[in-house]
């Protein structure tokens, strides 16, 4: 069973920046045939894709972060990154990491929390202004 551990989470200033990273385990086939995404959701707020990377190393982002926000993943060490610059008070989230088994190429629901099939407990990020 795959399990997932965010951390890097924390309160940080508008402006600011944080690097959250997950470490994940269990896993059934190689890393690098998981796809990777990061999600967040805001107090009554539904749930949003934030970042993705699949296993090509293609990245897609929310239209909100782009700019701002980098995904990246170590192969080697099982984990997935999400790099947050200029932080703003929207960005205030439990912030969450998801795998899931994907193609090559697999890319369109990188964002889609319905397409993922492991998840994180999820790590806090306030933003404060």
């Known amino acids: 069973q795959v399990q997932l551990v965010e951390s890097g989470g924390g309160s940080v200033q508008a402006g600011g920046s944080l690097r959250l990273s997950c470490a994940g385990s269990g896993y059934t086939y190689s890393y690098r045939t998981y796809c990777m995404s990061w999600f967040r959701q805001a107090q009554g707020k539904e749930r949003e894709g934030v970042a993705g990377?699949?296993?090509?190393?293609?990245?897609r982002y929310a239209d909100s972060v782009k700019g701002r926000f980098t995904i990246s993943r170590d192969n080697a060490k099982n984990m997935v990154f999400l790099e947050m610059n200029s932080l703003k008070p929207d960005d205030t989230a439990m912030y969450y990491c998801?795998?899931?088994?994907?193609?090559?190429?697999?890319?369109?629901?990188?964002?889609?929390?319905?397409?993922?099939?492991?998840w994180g407990k999820g790590t806090q990020v306030t933003v404060s202004s």
């Open positions: 990377i699949n296993s090509s190393g293609s990245t």
């Open positions: 998801a795998a899931r088994v994907c193609v090559v190429g697999w890319y369109d629901d990188l964002l889609n929390d319905h397409a993922m099939g492991y």
